[in-house]
């Protein structure tokens, strides 16, 4: 029966919950179609963590870090709130209602959970698999015993150090990302960008006690927005005015950031984001092989795994739909279609694929001559490519 079915259609999914924005999924399912029938054999998502304290504050912020119950960076009750909804959101969708994919309760066959090695992910994931999996059975699922949470099932969360993550940090460290970004902030597009809001920059500077420029204006909106989130206080200088045009300026720094902005460089995209997709196309590859040849030996976990999902710091724009299918807005996909073809994807996302992540890392010498020579000497003073962007989420 495996050999009948065509393993060609990958649909991409957004999920809100409760038309909450502070985070995201984004799954990648594998469908085999049979003569009379669409399959669902395998699910990949991805979910950016919950609602989080700032990374830090601006010298002027009457709310310091004693504001935040667990400190800077720290996953707040509400971000725990959110996973645990979009957990029970995922088991509507693949568990009970739509698709009745997944168990009912946790095995551990079916499923793979990975996070980065960072508090706020971790607990993400933990949260995340608390609402997906609320209906433990005592002396099965975890021990009989009268102090065990009610229906509480622990699920394994694998992680590596967050420095060699290359698949969920997409801010490990990489030589050549940084160079790459040395050329971005040396273009003619950053400069104008940079040199039409300076006036902006130097007022936030003014009143935050901080230095603001283009690439660090991000920071300042995520404090913003995490203590609004909070309902906390806000000083009277960040006016609504001020609040959409630091919300605008930290889209238009990331587009900078991850290489989608001008100019558009390919090799960026692939060192920040190509290790992730490569890992979603190996595993489906993968799995796409196996049920085509079920009796080889090397096949059982992957045959018996249905669900792989990783909770990480990562960033993407927002739809604002409880589901909502973005194959569309992928680049190489159809346009008309919630559906892509497997060849046509893989076709679409080679050029993103990085073949050994650490070695194309690895900084090019004659690059640092080339950005001497990119750079203007005078405006470099102002946007030295020596400074890193401050990058988190």
């Known amino acids: 029966m495996h050999n009948k079915q065509n393993f060609h259609k990958i649909e991409l999914m957004h999920f809100e919950v409760c038309g909450i924005t502070a985070f995201h999924a984004l799954s990648l399912i594998l469908i085999a179609t049979t003569v009379t029938t669409d399959e669902l054999i395998f699910i990949q998502i991805v979910w950016r963590h919950g609602d989080r304290a700032p990374i830090f504050t601006y010298p002027t912020d009457t709310h310091q870090e004693e504001a935040w119950p667990y400190g800077w960076g720290e996953l707040t009750q509400l971000g725990m709130m959110q996973q645990f909804a979009l957990g029970r959101l995922i088991r509507q969708r693949y568990i009970e209602e739509d698709y009745n994919f997944l168990s009912q309760n946790y095995k551990p066959k079916e499923l793979y959970i990975r996070s980065t090695d960072v508090n706020r ?4 994931a933990m949260a995340n698999l608390a609402g997906m ?77 901080m230095k603001v420029n283009l690439a660090n204006v991000h920071t300042i ?50 060192l920040r984001g190509g290790s992730l997709l490569k890992l979603f196309l190996e ?20 045959l018996q795994r249905k669900y792989f999902a990783l909770s990480a710091v990562l960033f993407h724009e927002a739809f604002h739909h409880q589901y909502s299918a973005i194959t569309r807005f992928t680049k190489g996909c159809p346009s008309d279609s919630d559906f892509c073809p497997l060849n ?50």
């Open 133 to 209: 999996y609320p209906t433990g059975i005592s002396g099965k699922d975890y021990p009989e015993c009268k102090q065990w949470p009610s229906h509480w099932t622990p699920i394994p969360i694998h992680t590596i150090d967050n420095e060699e993550d290359f698949v969920g940090n997409v801010f490990s460290r990489c030589p050549r990302a940084d160079q790459l970004t040395a050329i971005i902030r040396c273009s003619k597009h950053y400069r104008d960008v940079a040199d039409e809001n300076k006036e902006f920059f130097d007022y936030v500077s003014k009143k935050s006690g």
């Open 121 to 124: 992910t971790l607990i993400s």
């Open 283 to 302: 595993n489906i590859n993968q799995k796409k092989e196996c049920l085509s040849d079920p009796e080889n030996p090397s096949c059982s976990w992957i």
């Open 344 to 393: 046509l994807f893989l076709k679409r996302s080679k050029n993103f694929l990085p073949k050994n992540i650490k070695q194309e890392c690895l900084s090019k010498d004659e690059m640092n001559r080339s950005i001497y020579k990119l750079c203007d000497t005078e405006k470099s003073k102002r946007f030295p490519y020596s400074q890193s962007m401050i990058t988190y989420h």
């Open 221 to 270: 909106n995520d404090i913003h927005y995490a203590e609004t989130m909070h309902n906390l206080s806000q000083p009277s200088w960040i006016t609504d005015d001020v609040s959409k045009k630091l919300r605008n300026l930290s889209m238009i720094t990331n587009e900078f950031i991850y290489g989608i902005s001008e100019p558009y460089l390919p090799e960026l995209i692939k």
